[in-house]
């Protein structure tokens, strides 16, 4: 099969769409599939150029048998609705001119969070006669609704009926939870086009490490030191100033718990003002890391700590940094609104969940866990024989069967 896929993001980017896409299609090209990727030059999360590329009108490459090819885009940072939209819509056009070029596809797939992308996707199966599969991983423009950038107005309103016609146009959709799914039924789209397939990790990259990388542990004092670890983006979504009145409560209860921050995003430099800001001596922030160092930083790591701001939109999605987790074989400590994620938390039996907001409570579950070193065995054990059911290669296969079964 020939597969064109589109995805604004992609490695050397190490956000969780660009890891997806790229770990899938691995899959697909040993599947003897021709896979091609259309995309940006790598700019996330700061919306800066990636050392070593160019945003040029056209460049391609070749990744692991994946072809690339790269388009010009406006570049913005992960911040904000205005300048955002203006580089979504400049890869959507360019992705649109570019593809008709192209050679012919068996098939189209575009992904989300920001559905654009599916436009230039559904524009494409289009101008080609294919069809357009769409991949959603959340709900846009509800999402950003949500975070306060985009009220109930004119443009919202027509944002969700584009959002509406993509979803029926799509010939198939792939949803990464049940609630995404139950979401689009409610909506009047066919429930018999939609596929749920979560989402996975890679166990080649991430396995789980019984020795602390030493280097790190001796560089940044971390010896002794339970750590917490969040890595990933420090955006709007992730209510980190949460975890940081947390830190500050638990280092006047416990000294041995510490907070390490590895990422980047909008919200990184108030973050780490924030934290000066209350003195809290037991956090550490570290810039964004290339994919081969991640696991040396997961590695130090005691528990993994997933978190997202007390919104309804999130009580649909998984963030990718649960699976990353069973990957590496480490309790999971979820705060978050009760939905999907704790629903995947209780079931694998693997973690902690508390609700968002509330930093006493959070302090007090986090050093309870801390003194019950039997459960935190016991919470490990399970995330490690987790790891196996979600993994990345069960996904790409289910992907491709779907798309099998319904069109051939």
């Given at each position: 099969m020939k597969i064109l896929f589109l995805s604004d993001n992609f490695p050397p980017e190490v956000n969780a769409a660009a890891s997806r896409v790229y770990e899938r299609s691995c899959y697909w090209v040993k599947s003897n599939h021709q896979v091609s990727v259309m995309t940006s030059a790598p700019n996330f999360p700061l919306g800066k150029l990636f050392k070593g590329y160019q945003n040029k009108w056209v460049q391609k490459e070749t990744m692991d048998g994946i072809q690339l090819i790269r388009v010009k885009?406006?570049?913005?940072?992960?911040?904000?609705?205005?300048?955002?939209?203006?580089?979504?819509?400049?890869?959507?056009?360019?992705?649109?001119?570019i593809g008709a070029f192209q050679p012919k596809p068996d098939v189209i797939i575009a992904t989300s969070p920001q559905f654009f992308t599916a436009v230039a996707g559904w524009a494409l199966s289009k101008i080609k006669r294919v069809p357009f599969i769409f991949e959603i991983g959340d709900l846009w423009p509800e999402s950003i609704k949500g975070l306060g950038l985009l009220g109930d107005s004119i443009i919202y309103r027509t944002l969700e009926k584009l959002e509406l016609f993509l979803y029926r146009q799509a010939s198939l959709i792939?949803?990464?939870?049940?609630?995404?799914?139950?979401?689009?039924v409610a909506r009047g789209v066919n429930p018999r086009k939609i596929q749920v397939i979560l989402?996975?990790?890679?166990?080649?990259?991430?396995?789980?490490?019984?020795?602390k990388d030493d280097e790190i542990t001796r560089d940044y004092k971390l010896q002794g030191k339970f750590i917490v670890g969040y890595i990933g983006?420090?955006?709007?979504?992730?209510?980190?100033?949460?975890?940081?009145?947390?830190?500050?409560?638990?280092?006047?209860?416990?000294?041995?718990?510490?907070?390490?921050?590895?990422?980047?995003?909008?919200?990184?430099?108030?973050?780490?003002?924030?934290?000066?800001?209350?003195?809290?001596?037991?956090?550490?922030?570290?810039?964004?890391?290339?994919?081969s160092e991640i696991t040396?930083?997961?590695?130090?790591?005691?528990?993994?700590?997933?978190?997202?701001?007390?919104?309804?939109?999130?009580?649909?999605?998984?963030?990718?940094k649960i699976f990353e987790s069973f990957g590496m074989g480490l309790p999971v400590f979820l705060v978050a609104p009760?939905?999907?994620?704790?629903?995947?938390?209780?079931?694998?039996?693997l973690g902690v969940h508390v609700a968002p907001q509330d930093a006493q409570v959070f302090a007090s579950k986090l050093i309870d866990l801390y003194q019950n070193n039997s459960q935190l065995k016991t919470l490990a054990e399970a995330s490690r024989l987790a790891a196996k059911q979600y993994s990345r290669e069960k996904q790409a296969r289910e992907f491709l069967d779907f798309i099998g079964q319904k069109i051939g």
């Open positions: 885009t406006f570049m913005a940072p992960n911040k904000g609705f205005l300048l955002r939209t203006i580089d979504f819509l400049s890869y959507m056009v360019m992705a649109i001119i792939v949803a990464q939870t049940n609630a995404l799914k139950a979401n689009l989402n996975g990790v890679e166990l080649n990259t991430y396995k789980s490490i019984l020795k983006t420090h955006g709007m979504s992730q209510d980190l100033k949460n975890v940081i009145d947390c830190a500050k409560i638990v280092e006047d209860k416990c000294k041995d718990i510490f907070f390490l921050f590895v990422g980047d995003g909008a919200e990184k430099e108030e973050l780490i003002r924030y934290s000066k800001a209350l003195d809290a001596k037991n956090t550490l922030f570290i810039p964004l890391q290339p994919k040396r930083w997961w590695s130090v790591c005691d528990l993994s700590l997933v978190t997202l701001k007390n919104l309804p939109i999130f009580k649909t999605i998984i963030p990718s009760e939905g999907e994620a704790s629903q995947l938390i209780a079931k694998e039996k």
